[in-house]
């Protein structure tokens, strides 16, 4: 029998590696099993707010991140229509070290922590597919598929961090409630200054059929242009879509490479539950939510954070096992309290038809822009609201149900919903 380790994470995507290191920090063994000979490198999350970085820095990655991606206090918003745009510059604010976002691929921060786990002893193994496992009294025998052949790996706990089409959450019999969108999300890396166009390092571009989110990736001059298509098109012929998409964006100028690109599916879905005896489900494995405003890695990562707290703890015997339904019932709550809401909010926003509806749209931005505090609400919303609410551990026995969203910034009280 294999000898059995305090955890074993499934996916070595972002939150996987990230949970595996804030894990191996609380003195926990673990072992990180990836599908893939690879990190994977799709277009996909590229910009943190401080709630992420608050996290990034715990774990002793932020410095490195920023050496690789940039940091970013320009928010754009434009509604071609009304030929308006609006720029909100997030000035510093006193008493909140992370004043910027942090533009870097998801693929670099898991590298980053994958590097930091393994000095920490956590085991990575690469083309480790899981494809069963079985739940006993004391803890979970996974079988994995590898190139050799099939392997039986054993752990106390297992968690499920392997996105949206989660193997984990599947095996254990785990509904995903919730709902699909009609459309279909289309992210695109291109080579193209947006910048001579009077973009910001991060858009969003407001029109009921070209709506989009452009993003500068990195300072070689790669950007990301995601934008949404009738998911009833045919997929295959997504590629051929893009040009004609870009004219839009780019103002007719085709002197852009188009370096990637991929479509995906656009959900808010939950498990009905993130725990089921001894497996735990995190990041996209346990919500999943559209990417608009790019709250997804940021709810999955805070998941992932305080997975890892409270499981330490268990593993200590400082804990119960039964907070861990907590942690299940508590990150539910704000995936469709909070993250939900935000998410479609922004989807709506982006995409709405209804003229009198975009101008009054259009009125609520305008006020955030002349709002001299508008930067710091953007900022402190996603620390406030989406991370912090309950740790440390210690906190969660008499956490307050109800959403913390006061703001005082510089003396003046501001309520956020
Ligand atoms: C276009 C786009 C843009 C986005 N932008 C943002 C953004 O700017 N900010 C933000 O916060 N979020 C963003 N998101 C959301 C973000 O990408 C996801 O929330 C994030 O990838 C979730 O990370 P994860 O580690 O939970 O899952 P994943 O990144 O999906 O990783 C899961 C891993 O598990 C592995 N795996 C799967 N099955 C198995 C198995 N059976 N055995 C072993 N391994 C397995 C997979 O190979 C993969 O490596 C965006 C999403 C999209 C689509």
Not at 119 to 139: I, N, Q, R, S
Not at 141 to 152: I, L, M, N, P, R
Not at 197 to 206: E, T
Not at 217 to 228: F, H, I, N, Q, S
Request: glycine fraction near 8%; hydrophobic fraction near 40%.
């Amino acid at each position: 029998m294999a000898e059995q380790k305090d955890v074993i994470v499934v996916g070595a995507g972002p939150v996987g590696m990230l949970t595996a290191l804030a894990l191996a920090q609380t003195g926990a063994s673990v072992t990180v099993l990836e599908q893939e000979p690879h990190i994977i490198n799709s277009p996909r999350a590229a910009v943190y707010f401080p709630s992420t970085l608050v996290i990034l820095d715990e774990l002793g990655l932020l410095d490195e991140l920023n050496a690789i991606g940039f940091q970013n206090r320009t928010f754009g918003t434009h509604v071609p229509e009304f030929g308006y745009s609006s720029i909100v510059t997030t000035d510093p604010i006193d008493g909140i070290p992370y004043d910027y976002q942090l533009h870097a691929g998801q693929h670099d921060v898991a590298r980053v922590a994958m590097e930091h786990a393994q000095k920490l002893g956590v085991e990575v193994l690469f083309e480790h597919e899981v494809a069963a496992f079985e739940d006993g009294p004391d803890g979970v025998t996974v079988t994995v598929k590898t190139a050799a052949g099939e392997k039986t790996l054993a752990a106390k706990w297992l968690i499920g961090a392997d996105g949206a089409r989660s193997t984990v959450r599947k095996l254990a019999g785990i509904e995903f409630a919730g709902y699909t969108w009609p459309e279909r999300f289309v992210a695109t890396n291109v080579k193209f200054d947006f910048r001579q166009l009077g973009y910001c390092q991060a858009n969003f571009v407001c029109d009921p059929d070209d709506m989009a989110i452009i993003a500068q990736l990195d300072r070689e001059g790669l950007w990301r242009c995601t934008y949404l298509e009738d998911a009833s098109l045919p997929l295959e012929t997504y590629e051929e879509r893009i040009h004609q998409r870009y004219k839009h964006f780019m103002q007719g100028r085709a002197d852009y490479e188009l370096v990637s690109s991929s479509p995906y599916m656009l959900h808010q879905r939950a498990g009905e539950t993130l725990r089921k005896g001894h497996v735990l489900l995190t990041g996209d494995a346990a919500h999943a939510t559209n990417p608009c405003g790019g709250l997804g890695l940021t709810s999955g990562v805070w998941s992932g954070m305080v997975l890892a707290d409270i499981l330490g703890a268990v593993l200590r015997g400082e804990e119960d096992e039964s907070i861990l339904d907590r942690y299940s019932d508590e990150r539910r709550r704000i995936f469709w309290e909070i993250v939900t809401p935000a998410a479609t909010e922004n989807k709506r926003m982006l995409q709405e038809r209804d003229p009198a509806q975009r101008r009054k749209d259009l009125e609520a931005v305008k006020a955030l822009s002349d709002d001299p505090d508008s930067g710091a609400m953007l900022m402190l919303f996603a620390y406030k609201v989406i991370g912090d609410l309950l740790r440390p551990a210690s906190r969660w026995k008499d956490a307050d149900p109800t959403p913390r969203v006061d703001l005082d910034i510089a003396g003046r009280q501001h309520q956020i919903h």
